[in-house]
């Protein structure tokens, strides 16, 4: 009994948590001296009964580590906000802003018009609700959301303004695909965080930080630090979204096992295909399905900066493996929109002279930091365009709103597998050329963004908006 309250008493958890790394963890757990603190889910908020989605981004606290209680924000709850399950059709949904600076609520690859996008035009007021009346169509993806408001979007995602949306169509079990939330299917929210010799989370960019974009010094999944994701013996599912300000991951097993993608930022692949590590940029997501059956506890790792410990794994037997062969192929048939394209358009991600001459610190697109006031191109309804977009300084992670994109060269190279399914954001390390085809009408007044999604740049101007009509 005794033992038993320690391992459930809530500052227990968070003192194993902020002693222990994601590494430290394996080597005291091999040792037995650590109890496990396992990871959690998001709850899961169903919209597919009712038709309705309501949100409130509220003010809280939390504490990561062991340490002073830092002040977050979340949607529904005090860090990051419910995994959200829609379906095709309408979704009837509010979103109430309860803190004192404006918030809002950006669907992150949902197709849906410009009025209904969420971005820095449909800002929310405090004490505010927005009522969009969505409707979904769309192939089954692993999308998100979170707030989107110009020159605040970094602050209030790193504090907890963000959250994954499942778009599903109710058919993986035909699939052979894990849906078991939370037990074979899991969600992962990737995010390093930089915390302070107390233990507290800081938000402190300098003017380096917001040349590279802020890194953290920890990882936290799901807003958890040190937790480990107890997984059946089986095939499991991981639904990755970096979630980072701007930290780039390549991940991989510490045991070399293979992650085998199966779906990419806006829906399934043809087939899986087996990786042995995996680029992800904030942004990005990633599902892949990997075969716990066999081997140890593995650790998720990422390379090349450092070693950089994600996540810890540990199998429980007493767990059904509901899923226990690789499916051989899914029904993911991205559009080759090759050929289709009635014009081109240069996009250069803007760092140093070339910005710099424009003002705005030298962060912008094609010379121009972003202005609210400003439409940057007008795009035809309905038709697809090639954008060739050029990076300079580092490799920026460019996101276009209300499309999913086709990548059809990164360097003049074919796309690497992680890039050759539907996407909405892509890292562009030198150049890459995306074709998309725009299907959401979107309004002067609320047009869509496209911009870099590492935060700080996003902020600081490397951003821009259109018009489709
Ligand atoms: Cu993740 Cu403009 O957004
Ligand atoms: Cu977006
Ligand atoms: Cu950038």
């Known amino acids: 009994m005794k033992r038993r309250q320690f391992l459930t008493s809530s500052s227990a958890t968070l003192l194993t948590a902020g002693i222990l790394s994601s590494l430290t963890t394996r080597r005291a757990l091999a040792q037995g001296t650590a109890p496990l603190v396992r990871l959690s889910m998001p709850p899961l908020l169903d919209t597919r009964a009712t038709g309705r989605l309501s949100l409130t981004a509220m003010a809280s606290s939390k504490r990561f580590l062991d ?115 939370g037990v074979d299917d899991l969600t992962l929210v990737l995010q ?13 960019p300098s003017m380096m930080d917001v040349m590279h974009g802020f890194a953290g010094n920890r990882m936290l999944v799901n807003g958890q ?30 045991d ?50 450092q070693p950089y410990g994600i996540l810890q794994f540990e199998k429980d037997p007493s767990l059904t493996a509901r899923i226990t062969r690789l499916p051989d192929r899914l029904d993911g048939a991205p559009e080759d929109l090759s050929g289709k394209e009635v014009r081109t358009r240069q996009i250069s991600l803007d760092m140093g002279m070339g910005g710099m001459m424009m003002g705005g610190g030298g962060i912008a697109i094609n010379g121009r ?3 609210m006031n400003r439409i940057d191109f007008e795009v035809a309804l309905g038709s697809v365009e090639r954008w060739h977009v050029r990076s300079t300084m580092v490799a920026h992670p460019f996101h276009v709103h209300g ?44 047009p869509l963004m496209f911009h870099c999604h590492i935060l700080e740049h996003e902020d600081a101007g490397m951003m821009g908006q259109f018009t489709v009509s």
């Open 67 to 181: 340490g002073p209680a830092t002040a977050t924000v979340g949607f529904n709850q005090d860090y990051l906000g419910p995994t959200i399950l829609v379906q095709n059709g309408d979704l009837a949904t509010e979103v109430t802003n309860t803190l004192d600076e404006p918030v809002s609520a950006h669907w992150h690859g949902l197709l849906v018009p410009g009025e209904h996008d969420g971005g820095p035009h449909l800002a929310i007021a405090p004490g505010a609700t927005w009522r969009p009346e969505m409707r979904i169509t769309q192939d089954p993806a692993t999308v998100w959301y979170h707030s989107h408001i110009h020159h605040r979007t970094a602050e209030q995602v790193y504090f907890g303004l963000a959250g994954v949306i499942h778009v599903t169509d109710g058919r993986d079990d035909q699939r052979g695909l894990p849906s078991e939330y």
């Open 192 to 204: 390093d965080r930089r915390f302070d010799s107390a233990g507290g989370i800081v938000y402190d």
């Open 225 to 254: 630090a040190g937790a480990t994701a107890v997984v059946p013996e089986g095939i499991v599912r991981l639904r990755l979204l970096n979630g980072s300000n701007a930290r780039i991951y390549t991940l991989f097993f510490d």
């Open 256 to 305: 070399t096992r293979p992650m085998h993608l199966v779906a990419t930022d806006g829906g399934y692949l043809p087939a899986p295909v087996a990786l042995e590590v995996l680029r992800l940029a904030p942004g990005e997501r990633a599902e892949i399905l990997v075969d716990f059956a066999t081997g140890g506890a593995p650790v998720l790792l990422s390379d090349p900066v």
């Open 369 to 371: 930091p972003f202005d």
């Open 403 to 446: 499309v999913r994109f086709r990548v059809a060269s990164e360097n003049g190279a074919p796309p690497r597998p992680e890039n050759t399914g539907w996407k909405d954001t892509v890292l562009v390390p030198g150049e890459a050329e995306i074709l998309a085809r725009f299907d959401q009408p979107a309004s002067p007044e609320t």
